[in-house]
C-alpha cells in the first residue's frame, strides 16, 4: 500500500499492487519500479511500476528477507531465511551470487554508495558489519549482543541508524565506536528512515504497536514483519 507524501490532510492508503505476503519493500526512483519480497516457501523478488503496473518475478527465492538496491551498479542485495548468507542478483534475474556466507539471519541491509560498502544487520547475533561489494574485507561496526530485537538500519553520512527494542541508536561507521541513544519510544519500534533534505538532516521515524505480534503468532521463530514501516522508502 501506499500514500502521498508529505500530506497535511488525512493520510488515504491505497492499493499499489497486491501480491503474496509482502515482506520487505525498496523504490527505485531513477526508473519509478517498485521492488519487494515475498516471505513465502515459494516466495520472490517482484517488481512492478509506481502505479503498480508491470509485475514482474525477477528471482525465484525460498522465503527472501531484506532487499537493497545498488542503482548505480544494477545489483539487487538480499537475504533470505533459509541461507545466512549475502545474496545479489542483476535487476534483470541474472548473475544471482553468494556475496559472502554468514552464520546469522540478514534482517536488514543498506547500500553505502560513497564507501562502496554494503552493510547488515544480523537477526540472530545483534551484530552490525559491513562488506565492499565484492565480498572482501569485511568489518563489524559494533557487536550489540541484543539478539531477535535489533530491526532496521539506515545510512546518514558517516553514521548508521538501527532500531533495537525500543529505541533508535546511531553509531559511527569506523569500528569499535560506541552506539549513541537517539530516541526513546514506550512501544518496539520496528522501522528508521534517514533522509537530507534542501540541506538539512531529517529522520522520520516509523512505528508499530504490538498489535503486529498479532500477525506472527504462527511464525513466533521468524523474523517479526516490518514491511509497512518500509513504506517510507516508497
Known amino acids: 500500500m501506499g500514500f502521498l507524501y508529505p500530506n497535511d490532510l488525512t493520510v ?30 515459494l516466495g520472490n523478488i517482484r517488481r512492478c511500476n509506481s502505479d503498480g503496473s508491470d509485475v514482474t518475478t525477477i528471482v525465484n527465492e525460498t522465503l527472501p528477507i531484506a532487499l537493497t538496491l545498488d542503482t548505480h551498479n544494477r545489483w539487487i542485495y538480499y537475504s533470505t531465511e533459509t541461507s545466512d548468507a549475502l545474496l545479489r542478483v542483476r535487476f534483470d ?36 558489519k559491513s562488506v565492499m561489494y565484492n565480498g572482501s574485507d569485511v568489518k563489524t561496526v559494533v557487536s550489540t549482543n541484543v539478539k531477535i530485537d535489533n530491526r532496521e538500519i539506515d545510512i546518514g553520512g558517516d553514521y548508521v541508524f538501527y532500531t533495537s527494542s525500543n529505541e533508535i541508536l546511531k553509531v559511527h561507521k569506523s569500528s569499535g565506536q560506541i552506539p549513541a541513544v537517539v530516541h526513546t519510544e514506550t512501544i518496539l519500534i520496528y522501522g528508521v528512515l534517514f533522509y537530507k533534505q534542501e540541506g538539512k538532516n531529517i529522520s522520520l521515524i516509523k512505528q508499530i504497536h504490538f498489535i503486529m505480534e498479532l500477525l506472527l503468532n504462527s511464525y513466533h521463530h521468524r523474523p517479526r514483519h516490518n514491511f509497512i514501516t518500509n513504506l517510507a522508502k516508497f
Do not use: C
Open 12 to 41: 488515504n492508503f491505497e492499493i499499489v499492487v497486491s501480491t503474496n505476503r509482502p515482506y520487505y519493500v525498496a523504490f527505485d526512483s531513477e526508473n519509478s519500479h517498485l521492488y519487494w519480497t515475498e516471505l513465502n516457501t
Open 93 to 128: 534475474g541474472k548473475e544471482k551470487q553468494v556475496v559472502i556466507n554468514l552464520t546469522s539471519r540478514l534482517i536488514d541491509i543498506q547500500i553505502d554508495l560513497v564507501d562502496k560498502r554494503v552493510y547488515w544487520m544480523e537477526y540472530d547475533t545483534g551484530d552490525l
